[in-house]
T-cell receptor, first 116, second 116 residues
Framework: AAGVIQSPRHLIKEKRETATLKCYPI?????VYWYQQGPGQDPQFLISFYEKMQSDKGSIPDRFSAQQFSDYHSELNMSSLELGDSALYFCASSSPSLAGVYYEQYFGPGTRLTVT | QKEVEQNSGPLSVPEGAIASLNCTYSDRGSQSFFWYRQYSGKSPELIMSIYSNGDKEDGRFTAQLNKASQYVSLLIRDSQPSDSATYLC????????????????FGQGTILTVHP
């Protein structure tokens, strides 16, 4: 079965540089979520999109922005990178909710971002 | 206090034993509950989802949900060394004003080691 695709898998950037992470959801999934996981921590929600519109926003720095495109893939843009941005970034996708019940989220392999 | 809390680990069990993982959550109105397994440096892998009170079994895994007591648990029968991983409890909390957009809130994870 098709899974969530993320690219690149590894990214090394210097401080103050910009990074773009891409996510391709499972076919027919219209909702995309982005999570950040620091070393030894649980994943933290950043932002989500439903039908190409931002649906929710978590603890995402103003330096970060994201969008979902017409083909449902999503991109997370990170500018003015800081050392503390080094983390694993996961994208997850899910099928539409029903009657307020949200269903399973499937995670991509992640992008490991290292800021030096 | 975290909104989703897991029993403190790490947890070590012998091969063939039952591993029991517990999780409590703060929002009584939550409706969607998940268990993920995460190997070091990899992405969370969905093991079980549960939405109604009671037990749900899938192979060696059984999830139990008690909404009145606000806890969800995961039992792993016939534990294998390959089950050694961090287990993450994730809940879709109802959110401010009763609105939820599906973001997952994770517990801090329980590290499980199954020794031969």
């Amino acid at each position: 079965a098709a899974g969530v695709i993320q690219s690149p898998r590894h990214l090394i950037k210097e401080k103050r540089e910009t990074a773009t992470l891409k996510c391709y959801p499972i076919p027919r999934h219209d909702t995309v979520y982005w999570y950040q996981q620091g070393p030894g921590q649980d994943p933290q929600f950043l932002i989500s999109f439903y039908e190409k519109m931002q649906s929710d926003k978590g603890s995402i720095p103003d330096r970060f922005s994201a969008q979902q495109f017409s083909d449902y893939h999503s991109e997370l843009n990170m500018s003015s990178l800081e050392l503390g941005d080094s983390a694993l970034y996961f994208c997850a996708s899910s099928s539409p909710s029903l009657a307020g019940v949200y269903y399973e989220q499937y995670f991509g392999p992640g992008t490991r971002l290292t800021v030096t | 206090q975290k909104e989703v809390e897991q029993n403190s680990g790490p947890l070590s069990v012998p091969e063939g034993a039952i591993a029991s993982l517990n999780c409590t959550y703060s929002d009584r109105g939550s409706q969607s509950f998940f268990w993920y397994r995460q190997y070091s440096g990899k992405s969370p892998e969905l093991i079980m989802s549960i939405y109604s009170n009671g037990d749900k079994e899938d192979g060696r895994f059984t999830a139990q949900l008690n909404k009145a007591s606000q806890y969800v648990s995961l039992l792993i029968r016939d534990s294998q060394p390959s089950d050694s991983a961090t287990y993450l409890c994730a809940v879709i909390l109802r959110g401010t004003g009763g609105t939820s957009y599906g973001k997952l809130t994770f517990g801090q994870g329980t590290i499980l080691t199954v020794h031969p």
